[in-house]
């Protein structure tokens, strides 16, 4: 038996953070936030918690719900401060040793770091540090940064931090606690988001508000990019370490990574997806009866959609909320079955109906293809479909799982071809100006633009170095070439 994705066609962000300081129930609370952040990563979860003398982890494969429910694990997790990270990550045989916190001793103390985010120089570094005697536990990028941390000659352990980080390149959103601070950083480019907020008097970080929401803690504002917060039990500092850039926050977070109940960037997520539809309802018109989303991701911008067309909305499709992002596939034979696992057509909605089916991308197809034909089998008289991003052309280097360039349906196909393949009557996706505008930039800067957009357009923010030399992700471990 194997354990494979329902749905292997959406883009996947690969972690989420927490961090918390001065609370008696720092670990629970830690947990509660990793829940709300479970969107961010299913597949693993470590909560490292300090006492100030020690510290005390609890990592392991699975969700936060299966790992953290007992109270008795939280009991072993005692401390007023504590860091919690989710992970999605390709399964491997490799899994547990990538489980993050990464936790490290040094001659100044224990250090652990949780990461969100992707270091494109990662291999290179690696690479550089094994031939001068490092040895590395894990495949992960996020180790590059513990050893530059222990090779700096910096004093401190927020110097050494700022040290390891100037070599690395990339996207990070790190949350790092050491005996008596926590530190939260944001690279330069402010790419991943993180947040900053309080509760009872204690400092908290997460990738995002929602995991503030659970616990009743405030979100206080985000952390600038390139801003490092050092807190400790005399207050908290802010610090900018590195040369200033212009900030290239992802824009996938507001089409489909962040939770519609967060507020990102200084907006609601929710109301930018619906903005998003009605951008789309503007730009790709069409006479049809209903606007049905592809639920989840799909809701608030098909919500916007119809009510910038006047067209009623109604729930076509129904999501089984009971099957996981994965599940036991008995045999290959199956397999195909995937999709109706977890989306079923509600054919009293559908059937003779010309029908608007929104969706947040398309990355391979294969999901849109079976959605398509679903929804034609429920009597549907006519399908078209309306994307809430452009067409995903590129890769993400940025902590995002995405399929090679050659995998992307949209690198491979024009809209018409798109459509034909994926079986709808016509195929509309809203603009990069468009989703801009969505997201509150009236005139999108096409030299300098004032979000990443590179999965769309190509235009990478910050250098691939690993990927321009050559190097592959594999090459992070000696064992990954066996799998
Ligand atoms: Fe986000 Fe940029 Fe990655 Fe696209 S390429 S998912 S916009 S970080």
Redesign the pocket.
Known sequence: MSIKHTLKDK?RDECGVFGIFGHPEAAALTALGLHALQHRGQESCGIVASDSEMFHSHRATGRVGDNFSDARVIEKLPGYSAIGHNRYSTTGPNEERNIQPMFADYAFGGFALAHNGNLTNAVKLRQELMASGSIFNSTSDTETLIHLVALSPYPNVTDKLVDAAKKVVG?YSLVALSRDMLIGMRDPFG?RPLVLGQLDGAWLLASESVAFDIIGANLVRELEPGEMVVIKDNGLESFHPFTTQKQRF????FVYFSRPDSEVEGSSVYNVRKRIGQELAKEAPIEADIVVPVPDSGVPAAIGYAEEASIPFELGIIRNHYVGRTFIEPSDQIRHLGVKLKHNANSGTLKGKRVILVDDSIVRGTTSTKIVEMVRSAGAAEVHMRIASPPTT?S?????D?PERDQLLAARYDTSGMADLIGVDSLSYISIDGLYRACGEQNRNISSPQ??????TGQ?PITLSDHDEGHTPAQLSLLAENR
């Open positions: 883009f996207a790419v992802c824009i996938f977070e590129h993400c280097f940025y902590g995002v995405t979000f990443c957009d590179a999965c769309f990478y």
